[in-house]
């Protein structure tokens, strides 16, 4: 294809001022968080036997919200002994009332969406209109769509029967936490399974208050049991005896040690880990649409998404004009507040990953790439950083290989489609990528080369619970959604 | 008059090749007389069939599948041309007629099997998926790219088609380590593998020891999945190597026999095993 010339070169912009700051207009619905919570074991709130309680503080004040249980390995024993009793009736209970379960479940997530969202985004530090309008309405809808599956299983896979493994022990991120756990209980109930699931130490608030929606639906107890705690209590949950399966979200590193600490068990294992997308975006690609995708793509829940547009590939001829057109776009992100409904950029979820992105932002300018921030207010309390822009970066660069998990976009660029492909490809993850183009039939050739799990076409970030979610490569193994979902929480059994 | 006794040799990348190493092992017939040396494949040999299968596997992926089932057909017809060579190399370990027999008619029936699948198995796997927003969503399969076979010692024909075929059905290419015990079949194998039309370095086979080439199996980042049959401690540093770059793994153990000859020892989901996922997002709008 023949490179065009540039031709505009800066986007024209518009002015508006700044005489007038927006008004607060924070979120006030109560989240109802309690001061102090157990763990959730065989249908009760129980004290932890280790005695000790850590500190859920909010990112966006650094206060204590809560007090949270930390699990023992006795108490991970607990939680896996009571799940094993569950599974007996649980796994028989025919698919019908496993249903009704499940649907139950999505209504009554529904019927508290706001209170979850407050909850999520005092806990987390996501912008309340992500939460409200994302992550709380998306968790029932997995619920709702997992609900259907429980009854037709036998449709799922022809010749083959589906039947439950088991007690399944699932640890799940801080970035999506209630989210995290729709996607991880949903199926595995659907398909007969009891679970151990265990929250992020920084985000346990919402997968606690769950609970109580467990409760009220009437799940029997023992079906889902929730531990909570840091590292040492996700590798009770990962080595306990009775796990039938471990499924689990989180980083490259800490899945590879958990595939490790499987071996020789036989237990089964699902790995949704991190990524390091290529965006790319085409010459012949709507631009203001594509700069609307990158934003969205990169800045989205402050860039703590694996499947983050993280590097963009821009073609050569459109390189300026994107880089232009993104820089004004940045001014008028809104960084500050989750609670404000006005905030674009909420709080980074924890001073250990502001450390993170600092060390790599740091990185990236000392390799010499072009940084680019706009002037932007944080807030004096919390941890924030601006949205982050680097053009001039090259393949080589630590920030355009590393996960950074934060509001930073790497810019490179390309000639042609074999060499964006290439480059794209050019990783070891494989999780997700972005292409920008007006031709359909290149959007087909592209999503075919590119070694990627989920190809959005001039789109960027879309789930569904009907859509399977996954990675090749080192961005994980299996998937999550969708029927090919349900096939990683089931044995598959010869019909006679 | 003296009879030319054939020297074997390792099928790899489409040429038949002795281990770089030089070394052999001597392999007897069930009377205990010398039959022949079997190369000893090293770790450098399999880094060498895994270059081979990497510049196969794009071709190989993209043929299109009605292609793939007449050369997966073609294999058919070669094995059953060689049938009774075959089966003469099979009882050569001692094994009855008889089973040497049932064994090789069982590996034709399943070259046939899976010839018929390489146009249908994306249709049973793939979906389009109802999304709530305004885009066609659609999920289709691919190859995972390179899969590392070890075979089980036992049915050294059986066992080891029984693992490549589904590996190469969905578009991988393959490196596999044929049984320890028993591996001449393998060779006779690669021969026949030369003769179908099947592309050359789609399938490689190695013979060799297990312990000397199951690390490299387990560490090798080419090899996207492995399909091994192993002992506990086998499958544990399978499983251990493969953590380091998030391979695929299908471990069978080899403590409790596999039916080879069970129906449920083919199929779909066996094919399945090794691939992967892929879901695109394209919107709707003019």
């Known amino acids: 294809m023949p490179v065009k010339k540039s031709t505009c070169p800066a986007a024209r912009e518009l002015l508006f001022g700044d005489l007038w700051e927006y008004d607060p207009a924070p979120e006030s619905a109560p989240a109802f968080i309690e001061p102090r919570y157990g763990l959730f074991i065989n249908g009760k709130f129980v004290a932890p036997k280790t005695k000790k309680y850590f500190d859920s503080i909010s990112p966006r004040n650094e206060e204590k919200l809560s007090e949270i249980a930390l699990a023992g390995a006795a108490d991970v024993d607990a939680a896996y002994q009571a799940a094993s009793a569950a599974f007996t009736s649980w796994s028989k209970l025919p698919g019908t009332e496993r249903a009704k379960y499940l649907f139950r479940i999505a209504r009554l997530l529904q019927d508290r969406a706001r209170e979850f969202a407050v909850a999520e985004t005092l806990d987390g530090g996501k912008p309340i209109t992500e939460s409200r309008d994302f992550d709380v309405p998306m968790a029932a809808a997995h619920f709702f769509y997992h609900a259907g599956w429980a009854d037709k299983l036998g449709y799922v896979t022809p010749g083959r029967k589906l039947t439950p493994l088991g007690v399944v022990g699932q640890i799940i991120p801080w970035n999506f936490p209630l989210l995290m756990l729709a996607w991880k209980l949903a199926p595995a109930l659907a398909t007969g399974n009891t679970v151990v699931l265990k929250p992020a130490e920084t985000t346990s608030i919402t997968a606690l208050k769950f609970a109580s929606i467990l409760q009220d639906a009437g799940l029997p107890p023992g079906v889902v049991n929730i531990v909570t705690g840091a590292g040492e209590t996700g590798a009770a949950v990962v080595n306990h005896p009775l796990a039938a399966k471990i499924a689990f979200t989180g980083s490259t590193e800490v899945g590879k040690s958990i595939q490790r600490a499987l071996a020789g068990t036989g237990k089964r294992l699902t790995l949704e880990l991190g990524g390091k997308t290529a965006n790319i975006i085409f010459e012949d690609a709507p631009l203001d649409q594509a700069v609307e995708g990158i934003i969205n793509g990169i800045f989205f829940n402050q860039g703590h998404v694996c499947c983050a547009g993280s590097r963009l590939l821009v073609q050569e001829s459109v390189a300026g004009q994107i880089l232009s057109k993104l820089k004004i776009r940045l001014k008028s992100l809104r960084t500050g507040d989750p609670l404000d409904k006005n905030t674009d950029v909420g709080a980074i979820n924890s001073q250990a990953q502001l450390d993170r992105i600092r060390e790599l932002v740091a990185c990236g300018v000392a390799e010499g790439a072009e940084l680019y921030q706009p002037d932007c207010e944080l807030p004096k309390k919390g941890f924030y950083f601006p949205p982050t822009l680097f053009s001039k970066v090259a393949m080589s660069h630590r920030i355009a290989r590393d996960e950074i998990f934060g509001p930073v976009l790497s810019i490179l660029t390309f000639r042609t489609p074999e060499e964006a492909g290439e480059k794209a490809n050019n990783t070891c993850y494989g999780l997700s990528a972005g292409v920008w183009t007006d031709k359909g039939s290149r959007i087909l050739k592209m999503s075919a080369a590119l070694k990627a799990g989920i190809v959005w076409a001039n789109s960027f970030n879309k789930f569904d619970p009907a859509s399977p979610f996954g990675g090749y490569r080192e961005s994980g193994l299996g998937r999550e959604g969708g029927k090919q979902g349900l096939l990683d929480y089931a044995n598959l059994i010869q019909v006679p | ?286």
């Not at chain 2, 003296?2 to 040429?15: A, E, F, M, R």
């Not at chain 2, 064994?103 to 399943?110: F, H, K, M, T």
């Not at chain 2, 793994?249 to 989901?269: H, M």
Request: proline share 6%; hydrophobic share 40%.
């Open chain 2, 1 to 286: 008059m003296l009879k030319i006794t054939k020297t074997p040799k390792c099928y790899v990348g489409g040429s038949f090749i002795r281990s770089e190493s030089g070394r052999v092992a001597p392999i007897k017939d069930a009377s205990g007389a010398f039959f022949a040396n079997i190369p000893l494949c090293t770790r450098k040999d399999l880094r060498n069939a895994v270059e081979a299968a990497a510049k196969a596997g794009p071709g190989w992926a993209t043929r299109n599948a009605y292609n793939r089932g007449q050369v997966l057909y073609r294999l058919a017809e070669m094995l059953e041309a060689r049938a009774a060579e075959m089966s003469d190399a099979i009882s050569l370990s001692g094994i009855s007629k008889k089973d040497a027999n049932r064994e090789v008619r069982a590996s034709i029936e399943r070259v046939v099997h899976y010839a018929g699948w390489t146009d249908k198995f994306q249709a049973l796997l793939g979906s389009v998926n109802p999304v709530a927003s305004s885009h066609f969503n659609f999920t289709v399969t691919e190859p995972m790219g390179i899969i590392g076979v070890v075979a089980p010692d036992e049915k050294p024909l059986l066992g080891l088609l029984s693992l490549v075929l589904p590996a190469i059905t969905g578009g991988n290419t393959a490196v596999a380590l044929a049984s320890g015990t028993q591996p001449y079949p393998s060779i006779l194998l690669g021969e026949m593998l030369a003769t179908s039309d099947l592309p050359r370095g789609v399938v490689n086979l190695l013979t060799g020891r297990r312990d000397e080439l199951i690390p490299t199996f387990a560490t090798h980042a080419h090899l996207r999945g492995l399909a091994a049959v192993g002992n506990l401690d086998e499958r544990k540093a399978l499983q251990i190597g493969a953590s380091d770059s998030v391979k695929r793994l299908k471990l069978i153990p080899s403590e409790t026999p596999t039916d080879w000859f069970a129906e449920n020892a083919q199929g779909l989901y066996e094919i399945r095993d090794h691939l992967e996922a892929k879901t695109t997002w394209h919107p709707i709008g003019a």
